[in-house]
């Protein structure tokens, strides 16, 4: 990817959303070179690699994701990010968080 022409946030959303499937490790890598040439994450970034850090393996680094989105003022507006750090909680039976997610959504 380091040839790729342009870096925009959609081209590197699918990207990262396919690395996140079989390589968390490469997508992680992906977003922080992303974050290194200058593209802003989106809520669907956010949401992609969160949904990825699901498994009990993942779970620190899902939470540290979530200090970047309040970090980075990210919005739950589309949902679909706060559904994704809401399951990231749930699967690490953090229920109060996961509760208290629930209810910022919109």
């Known amino acids: 990817f380091s040839s790729m022409p342009e870096w925009s ?53 899902g939470t540290q994701f979530h200090g970047q989105v309040i970090k980075r003022g990210a919005s739950y507006e589309g949902e679909y990010l706060g559904i994704s750090l ?4 749930m699967n690490s039976r953090r229920m109060a968080e996961a509760c208290a997610l629930f209810t910022e959504l919109p």
Do not use: D, W
Request: aromatic fraction near 8%.
């Open 9 to 61: 946030v959609v081209s590197m959303n699918a990207l990262i959303a396919g690395y996140s499937q079989n390589n968390l490790e490469e997508a992680v890598v992906l977003f922080q070179e992303m974050l290194a040439r200058g593209v802003n994450p989106s809520e669907i970034t956010f949401a992609t690699i969160v949904e990825a850090c699901h498994k009990p393996e993942s779970l620190t680094l």
């Open 86 to 89: 809401v399951g990231l909680y």
